[in-house]
């Protein structure tokens, strides 16, 4: 090879050396924001998913593919269901067929009905306001109170059972159900309901919510061998924190664009949002041709895919 010849390699070498290796400016846009959101992607922490509440009418959702098998016989489990936006009613936990423990978070789909429920674990001073409210549109709900709440307002208890309202059972000292032994739980029921025998000569309905949706196959069990259905919901909304209520035409905006048939609907008496915006709501959803009824009307739990 002569001297021009290896001069010619060499030259050709060194172009194919710098083409080789593209610097990331010189890369297309598209393919540098593809990269850019790869890496933020394998960076970022997972968020969190979101725990909703719900909606409204006519079909029934399908029910859950079980997978009991997977899931422990204490295994803690937190209440969730599904937010929609067409009104139907919603999606909930699919590990557990909760209506084998009479445990309930819809009632009848078929029709535009609407459980209304209250949780009390303390006075906030809108209870007598809310009593008014249900009063004047005719309308019975239920409330589920802790012992310390009947404690602490045993008139306000008493008048609930005067006009025809449900007090339901929220435990004594409002534990996780799943942390406590089978005994405990039920001295949390029984404590409850021998407070409420006490202060109004009636035995307690037969209605359980467990303290902040937590519960386990053993703890719904357990409740339903007391003789309890258990009370979860198909609509509730971040309204318990007095110090943190989002306003009356968010609470009533948040109620409205939620409803569905059979929807069992949880509101924390705690709330100021919520009794200001109760009368209209009710007004409202009777207007649409909800009606509201109790507890006591459920159909059989395992009836409505739960």
Known sequence: MDTSSIFGFIVALYASLTTCAVPPSDLPAQQQEQTAIVAEQETQEPAEPEVQPIYDPVATPKQPTVNAANVGYNDKKSWWFRRNADHLPPSAQ?????????AYYLGDTQHKVIYLTFDEGYENGYTSKILDILKAND????????????????????????????????????????????????????????????????????????????????????????????????????????????????????????????????????????????????????????VFQTLDQLPPATSIGQ
């Open 94 to 102: 699919d590990e557990i067929a909760i209506g084998n423990y009479d």
């Open 139 to 290: 309308v019975k709900a239920a409330f589920f109170v802790t012992k310390s709440y009947m404690e602490d307002q045993p008139e306000l208890v008493k008048r609930m059972v005067a006009e025809g309202h449900i007090v339901g059972n929220h435990s004594v000292s409002h534990p996780n159900m799943s942390d406590l032994s089978n005994e405990q739980i039920l001295a949390e029921l029984n404590g409850c309901a021998a407070y409420y025998k006490e202060l109004t000569g009636q035995e307690m309905p037969k209605y359980f919510r467990p303290p902040e949706g937590v519960y386990s196959i053993r703890s719904l069990e357990q409740t339903k061998a007391a003789g309890y259905k258990t009370i979860f919901w198909s609509f509730a909304y971040n309204d318990w924190d007095p110090a943190n209520q989002p306003g009356t035409q968010a609470a009533y905006d948040m109620v409205m664009n939620n409803y569905h048939n059979g929807s069992i609907m949880l509101l924390h008496a705690v709330s100021q949002s919520n009794t200001e915006a109760l009368d209209q709501i009710l007004k409202d959803l009777k207007a649409k041709g909800y």
